[in-house]
């Protein structure tokens, strides 16, 4: 199991541009495909964004396609969410977590496992 730490929260003006890191400890992202989800208060916490760490294949959430990028990088061990044109509504703890489950069921939570502490992102309006 891969252990992850998030980091690259805080507090941005509506429009702005943020970019979250997901780091691994222990062992590589190798074989895993790595994902982003957020909470917001009060709510379920939801898909956003997920990356396959061989062959990069991504896949996002409606609500952040065009707005927010997936990325890697082999040499750090890391994944990145960079999010522009922040809205409010995007306001939320940012988690990345791991799986092996097929692209069709990257959304689901219950595949993944290892996760981080979370990150804040604030969006204010």
């Known amino acids: 199991q891969v252990q992850v730490v998030e980091s690259g929260g805080g507090l941005v003006q509506a429009g702005g541009s943020l970019r979250l890191s997901c780091a691994a400890s222990?062992?590589?992202?190798?074989?895993?495909?790595v994902g982003w989800f957020r909470q917001a208060p009060g709510k379920e916490r939801e898909w956003v964004a997920a990356?396959?760490?061989?062959?990069?294949?991504?896949g996002y959430e409606d609500s952040v396609k065009g707005r927010f990028t997936i990325s890697k990088d082999y040499a750090k061990n890391t994944v990145y969410l960079q999010m522009n044109s922040l809205k409010p509504e995007d306001t939320a703890v940012y988690y990345c977590?791991?799986?092996?489950?097929?692209?069709?069921?990257?959304?689901?939570?219950?595949?993944?496992?290892?996760w981080g502490q979370g990150t804040l992102v604030t969006v204010s309006s």
């Open positions: 977590a791991t799986t092996k489950v097929v692209r069709s069921s990257w959304h689901d939570q219950s595949f993944y496992s290892g």
């Open positions: 222990g062992r590589t992202f190798s074989g895993y495909t």
């Open positions: 990356i396959r760490w061989s062959g990069g294949n991504t």
